[in-house]
C-alpha cells in the first residue's frame, strides 16, 4: 500500500516536471503570440517572441517576467511597442494573464481600443497592482475604465498628451487599494484637488507640472488625504499661503512646492508640524524671510531645498542646536542680507552632508575647510558666485568621497596647495575659474584618474604646464586654462 502512494506521488511529481518543462503556460504563451500578431507592424521588436523550439519558453522572452514556482505571467513591459499606424488597442488580448501584477503601456501614444474590447475588461485581470499608462492619450473613458481595476495599487498616468482631464472621482473612489497615482506632466482640471480626499487609501501622490494654479483647499479634498507620505505639487501656478489643515498629514516625509507662487511666513504654515518630513521642497516661491529654527525641530529631516527663497540665518545671535541631520541642502540665492553673508552658522552642527549647493550668495569668509572636515560623505559642493576670499586651506586628510568641487567666481587667493590632487583623489569636477590664483599648477592634479571637467580659466596661474596633467588624468573631457600665464604643451610630443 506505502509502495503504491510512493508510486502515485512519484507520477505526480514527473507530471510536475514535464508541465512546467518549457518554462511558460502553453496557453499563455500563444496568448503572447496573439498580442504580437496583432502589432501588424514591419518593424518586429518581439525577436525572441517565437514558437520555435529554441523559443518556447517564453519567460526567457523580451519583456516577459514569470513567477520562477508556477511559470505563470506576472509582468509585461510593453512601453514603446506600438508601431505608428497602430491607434487601436485591445485589450481583451491580456485576460489570458490571470497572475499579472505589472503592466508597462506607457510611450505607446495609444489612443483608443478596440470596439468593445476597452481597458474595462482588464478589471477581469484581479491580481494586477500596477500599470503604466504614461505617454499615452489619455481621455475620460480611459480613466472611467481604469477606475474598474479595484485590484490596483500603483496608477502612472504622467504625460498626458491630450488637453486637459478631469478625473472622475466616482470610479477612482472606488480603488481602495491604490497607494501610488502618479499625473506628473498631465493637464487637470482643479476641482480634482477638492474631492481627492475619498481615495483615502493614497500614499503618493505626485502632480509635477499639471499646469494646477490658485489656492490650495481649505478643508475638503487634498487635507483629507492623511495617509499620505509622498506630495509633490511642484512646477505649478500654485499661490497664496499654505492651508493649516495640512498639518494633519502627520505621516508625510516628502513634501514639494518647489516653483509655485506660495506666499506667507514658514513659521505660521503647518510644515513645522510636520514631524515626520525627510524631504522638503520649498524653491523658488514668495515666502516670507525663511529662518532654520522653524525646521530644528523636525528630527527626520534630510533634505532642504529652498532656492530663490530668502533665508535668515538667526543663530547667530542665538545657539540653536538642530535636531536633524542633513544629507542635503540647496540654497542658491538666499543669503541677501548682510548679516547673512557668512556660512550659516547651524551648519557647524551637520556631519552628514553629502550635498551641498551655496551658490550666488555673496558669502564672505575664508574657504570653509571644516565643512570638509564635519561632513566625510561630502561628495557634491558649489560655492561659487560668492565672495570667498583669502588663500585656500584643505584638510589635514583625504577626502575620497568629494566628486564635484566649484568655488569659481569667488576673490580666493594665493597658490592651490601642493597636496590637492592627493586630498581630493576621486575629483570629476573642478572649477576654479574667475579668482585670483597664482602660482604653477601643482604636480598632484595629474593624480587626478577620474576628473573629467576641469576650469581653471581666468586666474593668476604661470609656469610651465605640468606634463602629467592630460597623461594622468585619462578621463578628461573638458579642460579650459585660458586667461593665465601658462606655457608648454598640453600633450608631450612623443
Not at 229 to 245: K, T, V
Not at 355 to 366: F, I, M, V, W
Not at 399 to 427: A, E, K, M
Not at 467 to 481: D, K, P
Amino acid at each position: 500500500m506505502e509502495f503504491g502512494i510512493f508510486l502515485w506521488w512519484l507520477m505526480l511529481a514527473a507530471l510536475f516536471q514535464l508541465s512546467s518543462i518549457h518554462g511558460c503556460l502553453r496557453e499563455e504563451r500563444e496568448a503572447l503570440l496573439r498580442f504580437k500578431a496583432s502589432m501588424n507592424s514591419s518593424y518586429d521588436i518581439f525577436t525572441s517572441w517565437n514558437s520555435s523550439q529554441e523559443g518556447r519558453n517564453c519567460c526567457n522572452w523580451e519583456r516577459v517576467v514569470c513567477d520562477n514556482t508556477t511559470g505563470h505571467v506576472i509582468k509585461l513591459h510593453l512601453d514603446g511597442v506600438f508601431p505608428s499606424e497602430n491607434l487601436y488597442l485591445n485589450a481583451s488580448l491580456f485576460i489570458p494573464f490571470q497572475e499579472l501584477k505589472y503592466l508597462n503601456l506607457s510611450s505607446n501614444e495609444i489612443s483608443r481600443w478596440a470596439p468593445n474590447e476597452g481597458f474595462e475588461r482588464l478589471s477581469g485581470l484581479r491580481k494586477l497592482e500596477v500599470l503604466d499608462f504614461s505617454w499615452n492619450y489619455i481621455n475620460e473613458s480611459f480613466l472611467s475604465s481604469f477606475g474598474q481595476i479595484l485590484s490596483l495599487k500603483k496608477l502612472y498616468l504622467r504625460y498626458n498628451l491630450d488637453p486637459p482631464i478631469n478625473i472622475p472621482i466616482s470610479e477612482f473612489g472606488r480603488l481602495k487599494n491604490l497607494q501610488e497615482l502618479y499625473l506628473d506632466n498631465t493637464y487637470i482640471d482643479k476641482s480634482f484637488l477638492g474631492k481627492v480626499g475619498v481615495m483615502n487609501s493614497l500614499n503618493v501622490l505626485t502632480m509635477r507640472n499639471c499646469e494646477l494654479n490658485g489656492s490650495l483647499p481649505i478643508i475638503q479634498g487634498l487635507c483629507e488625504l492623511i495617509n499620505l507620505r509622498e506630495l509633490d505639487l511642484s512646477h505649478n501656478n500654485f499661490e497664496g499661503i499654505l492651508p493649516s489643515c495640512l498639518a494633519n498629514m502627520t505621516k508625510l516625509r516628502i513634501f514639494d512646492i518647489s516653483s509655485n507662487r506660495f506666499n506667507g511666513s514658514i513659521d505660521l504654515s503647518p510644515l513645522p508640524s510636520l514631524k515626520s518630513l525627510e524631504y522638503l521642497g520649498l524653491s523658488h516661491n514668495y515666502f516670507n524671510p525663511i529662518t532654520f529654527s522653524s525646521f530644528f525641530n523636525l528630527s527626520k529631516l534630510e533634505v532642504i531645498f529652498s532656492a530663490g527663497n530668502n533665508l535668515v540665518d538667526e543663530t547667530l545671535s542665538q545657539r540653536w542646536i538642530p535636531s536633524f541631520q542633513l544629507k542635503a541642502l540647496s540654497c542658491s540665492s538666499c543669503f541677501s542680507t548682510k548679516s547673512s553673508r557668512i556660512i550659516t552658522r547651524f551648519l557647524h552642527y551637520q556631519f552628514d552632508l553629502q550635498l551641498l549647493l551655496l551658490p550666488h550668495n555673496t558669502l564672505e569668509g575664508q574657504f570653509p575647510t571644516w565643512l570638509l572636515e564635519n561632513n566625510t560623505r561630502l561628495a557634491i559642493l558649489n560655492l561659487g558666485n560668492n565672495s570667498l576670499i583669502r588663500t585656500l586651506q584643505l584638510p589635514n586628510h583625504y577626502i575620497p568621497n568629494l566628486l564635484v568641487l566649484d568655488i569659481s567666481f569667488n576673490n580666493i587667493q594665493g597658490p592651490i596647495p601642493t597636496t590637492f590632487g592627493l586630498v581630493f583623489p576621486n575629483l570629476e569636477l573642478l572649477n576654479i575659474s574667475k579668482n585670483d590664483f597664482e602660482g604653477v599648477i601643482p604636480f598632484s592634479f595629474g593624480n587626478l584618474a577620474s576628473l573629467r571637467y576641469l576650469d581653471m580659466s581666468s586666474n593668476n596661474f604661470f609656469g610651465t604646464i605640468p606634463e602629467n596633467l592630460t597623461m594622468g588624468c585619462s578621463s578628461l573631457e573638458y579642460l579650459r586654462l585660458s586667461k593665465n600665464h601658462l606655457s608648454g604643451q598640453l600633450f608631450p610630443a612623443n
